[in-house]
């Protein structure tokens, strides 16, 4: 049937607002699904505000072998920062040396015997000795981040390291993630204002080291 001259206008204005309704029908899930989205994404990140976030302290060195003053600095460590976990890491191989003196198994059993001692929090994690190649703090840190996903992470140094923290691998990770946690050694004065988050460990530590240890 063809439609009249009068129906025509009609019709056309029908079409017209069933295509109108279709669009604003179509913005309207849109805006929803939209909505839903920042809605979570804005939950997502009070929740992460408002949870505590577990204090995850790092500990790494060759630990070739342990002494005292590691021994020293880790206990202080937990004491003034109350980490719910403390990762001692031993190196496969620091990248500042060529060589170490004692097998990677044996020193992770070295450390797991003397540090475990110390407190329940600690974990000797193996994870460079399994990696068999020089690992870098970074990678330890992007580790234990996957493990710990809403924490605060602290790395142990002793105040002998801290003019070097600059030129350890992708050090702008390290200082956008992490506090350096110091620990003033005897003839290794530190520095103030230091250009990286940090806190100071109380008290002073002996000026000892592996190689001296060994020599001895």
């Not at 060195?61 to 460590?77: E, R, T």
């Not at 994870?127 to 190649?133: A, L, P, R, S, Y």
Request: net charge positive.
């Amino acid at each position: 049937d063809q439609c009249s001259t009068t129906e025509l206008p009609r019709l056309l204005t029908d079409k017209k607002v069933r295509s109108w309704k279709t669009i604003e029908h179509n913005y309207y899930i849109i805006f929803l699904i939209s909505a839903s989205i920042y809605s979570q994404k804005l939950y997502n990140s009070i929740m992460k505000a408002t949870t505590k976030q577990d204090n995850v302290l790092i500990f790494g060195g060759s630990f070739d072998p342990v002494h005292s003053a590691h021994i020293a600095l880790l206990k202080q460590a937990i004491k003034q920062i109350k980490p719910k976990y403390s990762y001692v890491i031993p190196t496969y191989l620091s990248p500042f040396k060529k060589s170490h003196s004692i097998d990677p198994k044996h020193r992770i059993k070295m450390a797991k015997l003397v540090f475990n001692k110390i407190s329940k929090t600690i974990i000797v994690d193996d994870i460079e000795i399994k990696n068999n190649k020089k690992t870098y703090a970074y990678q330890n840190l992007k580790y234990l981040q996957k493990k710990h996903t809403n924490a605060k992470f602290f790395l142990l140094v002793g105040s002998d390291c801290v003019d070097t923290l600059p030129k350890w691998k992708n050090f702008a990770y390290l200082k956008q993630n992490i506090i350096f946690l110091i620990g003033k050694r005897e003839g290794f004065k530190l520095k103030k204002n230091l250009p990286f988050n940090y806190e100071v460990l109380k008290g002073n530590f002996p000026k000892i080291s592996s190689t001296g240890v060994r020599e001895n």
